[in-house]
């Protein structure tokens, strides 16, 4: 094996500039590669931090209340009861926070906007202001300062709203100023509150045109909920991975504590709301799902991207697999005696197999590694410049206002191992052809 | 002297307590004008509604609007422009269902549903419940533009599912015409308000009276300060209607 790899990498040493062109390439498609899947990586982060920022906990509990055939509002009565349930039959909760929801027209001085409100208590959320990022102002405001005005904190107080960037430009507004938000009460009476702008947030992507968060009690007084109503109980646990047995066996928890517990649905609770007020029923039905369920319109993004990956791929490994075919043809053209010697000194056709097979797997692995290696110093350069993300089409489909890269030990390993593999497998057939060559036919061989 | 000047004191401050009408004085009121609009037998109007809105632009719709409103039944189709053309609103009882062609389904909708995106509701094409749906308060007699008018300040009765819980109407002392509408939030915010410019009356055979209707409704949003929305009722008809076009399969078929 070893006199296989010596003469394999003595072949490549003198086919420099062979070994240089086809290198280069395989070294590109595997940067390209890491660059994609840590791009598909970012996106992946993004949705995550996205969902369990605006939409979802890692497990929802939420619900629906028909105090008539025809009025849904998506609520939780009786919180107390439901918190010490979850609380008792959920083990490695982080925390549990409380999202009180509701839908209105924001009209502000420029614009109009439909959103989710998303009532919250400021000194019940650990990590929130963490992962919620301030804009700059020069962000919404034409000639705005470059730096952040305003505190998310704030929402401690009463009547206030923290929105997004994006939303901010579309309403015409800036930290300090008044919105009016219209919406219809349980009853289905139309009300309206006036709140005030305390900070506006870096964009999330599409999920954050459509959410805007206002202190818990504005909420309560806009919708005249009670003290022991929420919108959603979200349940974050240690590991973001076990949300599907903690959704599981809560469901069973709740059927069993006598609760009407809906069938389960994956999908966002404002896609269930059309077929719940089509339903006949009245009172309150509980409604348990995992961040992946109340984003799962959105895993289109991540399909459409590794499909759109592997697309580009597979073409460039396409073009790369002729090159490696074309150059191991010539390898064995112009080592033909060569071959037809040591096959006529007793070497077996599987060797000559195995060392032009070798010669491809070397080239590749070698070449692979370097593109890696530098895949992984363009993502962590691209990821540590933060670039901005100008375009609203592209932030909404990225779900972030800058560009984020992230690459793992087992993506690069994988893109080389790929890498490797394709090109060996690209090599087969010019290597069978030169094992199989007669040797006498070999030796005739002209140069 | 001085007990005469008394005397004419206290009857001027004691007028308006006098003059005042009773709650049951301005239900009476408010019953008149729902009688005046409603027709024992059926309704149907060509409906023209624009809708202005500030950055965007104008939306115009044409709707045929069928109303029978002894059995609380609405129609609602829209003919025009070609994109909503056979759309439609169908209310039966207390269910309001929107119809798409686009993807031939129906939904169930709230009372309080914008009618075609603009600033209308199922009321104002509807028959006038005034009188069973609010508590009347007399807020005093005053001058709206060259009519005498009645202003009244309306809440919502327990239980019933209206859109806005207070609403001020004015009504011409003259002809007890409404004139005047403004509706308001539960916060006591002012949302919106109506003019009703021009009254038209038409003889119904079945109710052996003249049915009154507003052959322009003028809504202005008080909120989103540049929108308004005008509705004009023409060619109206209070001949029976068939019983079919109340249902859901003829409006399917009709969108066809």
């Given at each position: ?19 240089a062109?086809v290198?280069v390439?395989?070294s ?5 590669l890491?660059?994609l899947?840590?791009l598909?990586n ?6 995550v931090?996205a969902?369990?920022t605006i939409s ?8 629906f ?9 998506a609520?939780?009565t ?6 010490a349930?979850?609380d ?5 909760i ?5 999202r009180?929801?509701?839908w ?5 001085n420029?614009?109009t906007?439909q959103?989710?409100?998303t009532?919250i208590?400021?000194d019940d959320?650990?990590k929130?202001?963490d ?9 919404y405001?034409?000639?705005g300062?470059d ?7 704030d ?6 709203m923290?929105?997004f960037?994006?939303q901010a430009?579309?309403?015409?507004v ?5 919105v ?12 309206t509150a ?13 999920l ?10 504005l909420?309560?007084?806009?919708y005249r909920?009670?003290?022991?109503t929420t919108g959603?109980?979200w ?22 504590a ?21 339903e006949?029923?009245?009172?309150q039905q509980?409604d348990v799902?995992?961040?992946r369920?109340?984003v ?13 990956s592997?697309?580009l791929t ?6 790369i697999?002729v ?5 191991i043809w010539t390898?064995?053209r112009e080592?033909t005696?060569?071959?037809g010697?040591?096959?006529a000194i ?5 060797r ?9 797997a ?12 530098l895949g992984?110093v ?5 990821d540590a410049?933060s670039?901005p ?5 592209a ?9 984020h ?5 087992v993506t690069l390993?994988?893109a ?5 593999f ?8 010019p290597?069978?052809r030169?094992?199989?060559?007669p040797?006498?036919k070999a030796?005739q061989?002209?140069? | ?17 006098v003059?005042a ?11 008149t004008?729902?009688?005046r609009q ?9 409906v ?7 950055g965007k ?5 044409e709707?045929e609007v069928?109303?029978?409103d ?5 129609v ?13 609103y ?9 119809y798409?062609p686009?993807?031939?389904?129906w939904?169930r ?6 009618i075609g995106g ?5 009321g ?6 005034l ?6 308060a ?8 060259q009519?005498e008018?009645?202003?009244?300040r ?6 019933v ?9 004015w ?8 004139l005047?509408r403004?509706?308001?939030?539960l ?5 919106r308000t109506?003019?009703y410019?021009?009254w038209i ?7 052996n009276?003249?049915v009154?209707?507003a ?7 008080e909120v ?13 008809q209070l ?7 109340f249902?859901?399969?003829w409006l399917e078929?009709?969108s066809?």
């Open positions: 094996m070893s006199t296989l790899f010596g003469i394999a990498l003595r072949n490549l040493i003198q086919s420099r500039r062979r070994t062109l290198g390439a395989i590109g498609v595997t940067t390209v890491v660059v899947l840590a598909a970012g996106l992946q982060d993004n949705l931090q969902a369990t979802a906990g890692h497990v929802s509990v939420a619900g209340f028909k105090p008539s055939a025809t009025n849904i509002n609520i939780v009786g919180k107390t009861a439901i918190r349930l979850v008792e039959n959920v083990q490695g982080d925390y549990i926070v409380e009180h929801r509701g209105g027209k924001i009209v502000g420029e614009g906007l959103v989710g409100l009532g208590v400021v959320e650990p929130l202001f992962t919620l990022g301030l804009a700059f102002e020069s962000e405001v034409d000639g300062r730096e952040v005005i305003g505190d998310a904190r929402l401690a107080q009463p009547d206030t923290v929105i960037a994006s430009k579309r309403l015409g800036r930290v300090g100023d008044s009016t938000i219209k919406t219809e009460t349980l009853a289905g009476q139309t009300n006036d709140a005030r702008i305390v900070a506006v947030a870096r964009d999330l992507g599409l954050s045109d459509f959410a805007v968060f206002v202190d818990r009690g909420i309560l007084d806009l909920y009670n003290d022991d959603a109980l349940v974050y646990l240690d590991d973001i991975d076990r949300s599907e047995q903690v959704m599981r066996d809560l469901r069973v928890a709740f059927t069993e006598g609760y009407n517990l809906r069938e389960y649905d994956a999908n966002p609770f404002y896609f269930k709301l059309p077929k719940v007020q089509a006949d029923w009245t009172g509980i799902t995992t961040w369920d109340e799962s319109f959105l895993t289109f993004i991540l399909t459409g991207f590794a499909a759109l592997w697309l597979t073409i460039l490994v396409s073009v697999a090159g490696i075919m074309n150059a390898a064995v080592r005696r060569e071959v010697t040591m096959r007793g070497l077996s056709r599987v000559v197999l195995g060392l032009f097979l070798t010669e491809a070397l080239l590749g692995a070698l070449a692979s590694t370097v593109g890696a290696l992984l363009l993502v962590l350069g691209i410049l670039v993300i100008t375009a609203d089409a932030r909404a489909i990225l779900l972030s206002d800058t560009l890269l992230r690459t793992t030990p390993v994988s080389v191992a790929v890498l490797t394709l090109t060996t497998l690209s090599a087969i057939w290597s069978i030169a094992a199989t060559l040797p006498v030796l061989h002209a140069e | 002297m001085q007990r005469l000047l008394a005397l004419i004191a206290a009857l001027i401050v004691s007028l308006p307590a003059a009408p009773t709650a049951d004085e301005l239900v009476s009121r408010l019953r004008v729902d009688e409603r027709s024992s037998g059926d309704f149907q109007a060509r023209y509604l624009e809708q202005k809105e500030k632009a104008d939306l115009v719709y709707a069928y109303r029978r002894a059995a609380d039944k609405l609602i189709f829209f003919t025009r422009p070609q994109a909503e053309a056979g759309k439609g169908l209310r039966i009882d207390a269910n309001l269902f929107v798409d686009t993807v031939g389904r939904e909708r709230t009372e309080r549903e914008r603009t600033a209308s509701n199922r104002d094409f509807d028959e006038s419940r009188a069973d749906e609010y508590a009347p007399y807020v005093g007699d005053e001058m709206l533009g009519f008018v009645e202003r009244m309306l809440s919502a009765m327990e239980g599912d209206v859109a806005y819980p207070v609403v001020e109407v009504l011409d002392k003259a002809t007890g015409n409404l005047k403004q509706d308001f939030a916060s006591g915010r002012l949302l109506t003019y410019p021009q009356k038409v003889f119904s055979p079945s109710k009276a003249d009154y209707y052959r322009e409704i003028r809504i202005f949003d989103e300060k540049g929108t308004n929305t005008t509705i004009v009722f023409q060619q109206v001949d029976p209607l068939e019983d079919s076009i249902t859901k399969a078929a009709k066809r």
